[in-house]
């Protein structure tokens, strides 16, 4: 707060004075949250600096703690894969096969537990429930995400191959649905389904000769319980270009 957050707010005022005063071209103002949280671009925002706050912490938590944990997870998956099913290694460079790696990653880990929506009038769902206007709701992600009726019996485990129901998303309810559904999905999975940047990044990490470290075991946090790894050591066997890689790397838009 006092060494990030508040500085950076406290630029962008100064920045958005000189623009007031005429001594700034608007034009080279930075074009990011907390410019148009210190803009106050809705009046409504006021001059709640713990709004800002929170939206950072909320964008933070939305963008880089589910991208991150989604892609360690996708590497350990893999790796259990890959032990049973060695042949699939030759796939490894295969942009459609980490694709499938990702979407099956995100269906049996779900960044978020359950979303939370409160009923706007009375309703009766496909299942024959009813809903009474006001309700809160909450739409479990994990257990949707696992329902054998749509993934198969063995939708309790991972597969790659696995095929779904031509309505039913493959991996699962991890971006959520409707009109609130993730921005960022197009980020992550790609548009086309083949450009996200977690193929790019497990790509490079495979070309690299990603292992797991044999003397680190990989390590589950032991106070908080939350799907994700505490610690989840590597090897990398092949070291010369990746950060030069990662560095110029481009990830791929809508
Ligand atoms: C693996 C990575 C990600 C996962 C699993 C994920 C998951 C989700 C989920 C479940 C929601 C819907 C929440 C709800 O309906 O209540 C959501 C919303 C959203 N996500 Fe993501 N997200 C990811 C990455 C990103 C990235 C990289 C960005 C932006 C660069 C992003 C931007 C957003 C935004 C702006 C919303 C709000 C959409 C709205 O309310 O209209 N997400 N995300």
Redesign the pocket.
């Given at each position: 707060m006092r060494s990030f957050y508040r500085p950076a707010l406290e630029r962008h005022r100064r920045l958005i004075a000189e623009v007031e005063v005429g001594s700034r071209e608007a034009a080279s103002l930075p074009r990011d949250l907390l410019g148009l949280l210190a803009a106050c671009a809705d009046p409504a925002w006021g001059e709640d600096d713990d709004l800002g706050l929170r939206e950072t912490i909320v964008?933070l938590n939305?963008?880089?703690d589910?991208?991150s944990?989604?892609?360690v997870q996708a590497l350990a998956e893999a790796f259990t894969w890959l032990e049973d099913h060695p042949h699939d290694g030759a796939l490894l460079a295969d942009p459609d096969f980490l694709n499938r790696l990702v979407r099956e990653t995100?269906r049996l880990h779900?960044?978020?537990t359950a979303?939370?929506?409160r009923v706007a009038e009375d309703v009766r769902l496909e299942s024959g429930r009813s809903l009474r206007a006001g309700e809160m709701v909450a739409i479990r992600?994990g257990i949707a995400s696992r329902d054998e009726s749509v993934y198969g019996a063995d939708a309790n485990e991972f597969n790659p191959w696995r095929t779904v129901p031509p309505r039913a998303y493959d991996y699962g309810?991890?971006?959520?649905?409707?009109?609130?559904?993730?921005?960022?999905?197009p980020?992550?999975?790609g548009a086309g389904g083949r450009d996200g940047?977690?193929v790019h990044l497990l790509s490079m990490l495979f070309a690299h000769g990603i292992q797991l470290d044999p003397d680190r075991p990989p390590r589950r946090p032991s106070d908080l319980d939350r799907d994700m790894y505490e610690s989840f050591p590597v090897l990398l066997r092949q070291t010369s270009g990746l950060v030069d890689e990662l560095a110029g790397h481009q990830i791929a838009g809508p």
């Open positions: 964008t939305a963008t880089l589910t991208s944990v989604i892609l995100l779900p960044t978020n979303f939370f929506r992600v309810l991890a971006f959520g649905s409707g009109a609130h559904k993730c921005l960022g999905l980020l992550i999975i940047s977690h």
